[in-house]
């Protein structure tokens, strides 16, 4: 891989109405022939990863060879024995409930999406969305802050815009006691993971373990809690055209993403034919979904795959997705070794905090982000 590279444009641009489409975004994941040509190779494996936390480079590598054959054809997969304690995954969803159940409305007022340029803070339902549905989802979002890491970084953290003041919006202590001490425990747990993760990622790809240490020194990631209240009609058991979509159809911006949930499921994946496999969660496990920085490192070989949210159950259902990135001021580009002999790259070199702002800011209405924009309903 080039150590340096000029970007004539920051990013391959995404256009508001092209962002709007599922035929767009199946577009953005580029044209070669899928590994999975139908639905009966589509598997979400469950990883048992305790041997990567062996001292045998065998063992970490059984781990990776099934990590690489989940995101050759699903992209998507669990992990189970995974080290993340059960006190911080309990502790997160019950910060969650509380936060979207007792955190005063006017007081969510004062910590607004349309305060934050880094897509941070309170995200009332239907004010974004990411494939023209309204969405019934309620969520929070935050980044990285040093207090959020217990290794810490090389103090280069930079925000997706490059700016370094800290832009997270907390809820008021005295109204909710022990959120961001609940919050931090199961951040700092889920980081760490994440940088163990990525190890294997490298291992997955035949490049030495440590390749992509350098490229995660200050890496980002965004936390966000998510609430979908039950359906307000009974939803089909199965896709529909007219179901309550939770959250629309996309992809994941970063490396990858860490999905830990309640009981309630909702999380739907679009499988090679078009149809929605419904990811039941399985106790104890997170599911991981390659995100689009692995799709374009591999040129595609690993899948950034199209899924979406539908509570289609009678229970509240909480999510926590972190979304794992690299320095946001990293350049990712097609590494050598995933292109063929006189094969080209699929993806121009983008800059990682730029690409995933970029893509975050098109659901607005506007697609020109949430910052002091205070018409930003959507709705078809
Ligand atoms: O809530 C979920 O189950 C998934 C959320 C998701 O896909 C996302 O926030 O990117
Ligand atoms: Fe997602």
């Known amino acids: 891989m080039a150590a340096a590279v000029s970007i004539a444009r920051a990013t391959d641009s995404t256009t508001l109405q092209e962002a709007r489409s599922t035929d767009y975004i199946k577009s953005r994941l580029g044209s070669s022939k899928p590994a999975v040509v139908n639905d009966a190779d589509f598997k979400i494996p469950i990883i048992d990863i305790s041997p990567s936390f062996s001292s045998s480079l065998a063992a970490r590598q059984a ?5 690489h054959a989940a995101c050759t054809t699903s992209g998507f ?4 024995q995974h080290g993340v304690s059960t006190a911080s995954r309990t502790g997160i969803l019950r910060q969650a409930e509380r936060f979207f159940k007792e955190y005063p409305r006017d007081k969510k007022e004062e910590m607004h999406l349309r305060k934050s340029k880094l897509g941070y803070g309170w995200e009332p339902s239907s004010y974004t969305s990411i494939a023209g549905d309204v969405e019934s989802k309620e969520a929070f979002n935050f980044g990285y802050e040093g207090g959020l890491d217990r290794e810490g970084g090389d103090g280069l953290y930079r925000n997706l815009d490059g700016t370094s003041e800290c ?12 959120f961001y001490k609940g919050v931090r425990a ?13 190890r294997l990622f490298a291992l997955s790809l035949s490049l030495p373990e440590n390749y992509f240490d350098p490229m995660m020194t200050h890496p980002g990631g965004i936390c ?19 179901e309550e979509i939770g959250l629309g159809a996309h992809t994941d911006y970063e490396c990858f993403t860490l999905l830990h949930s309640s009981s309630a499921p909702g999380l739907e994946i679009l499988t090679p034919s078009g149809s929605w496999h419904r990811a039941v969660p399985v106790p104890g496990s997170f599911i991981v979904n390659v995100a689009d920085f692995l799709m374009r490192w591999t040129n595609g070989v690993y899948k950034s795959t199209i899924h ?16 794992f990135s690299v320095n946001y001021d990293q350049v990712v580009e097609t590494l050598e070794t995933c292109l063929k002999e006189g094969e080209e790259s699929k993806y121009p070199p983008i800059k990682a905090g730029e690409y995933i702002l970029e893509r975050l800011n098109t659901t607005t209405k506007d697609g020109k982000g949430f910052f002091g924009n205070a018409d930003v309903v959507e709705g078809k």
Do not use: C
């Open 224 to 242: 966000r809690l998510l609430h979908y209240p039950p359906p307000t009609s009974p939803q089909p058991s199965t896709a529909s055209s007219d």
């Open 186 to 198: 199961y951040y700092a747990e889920v980081l760490q993971l994440s940088r163990h993760i990525f």
């Open 308 to 323: 979406r949210v539908v509570n289609r159950g009678s229970e509240e259902r909480y999510s926590v997705p972190f979304f």
């Open 167 to 178: 832009g997270n919006m907390w809820p008021e202590e005295g109204k909710l006691e022990g």
């Open 63 to 67: 781990v990776a060879d099934q990590i």
């Open 77 to 80: 997969f669990y992990i189970t």
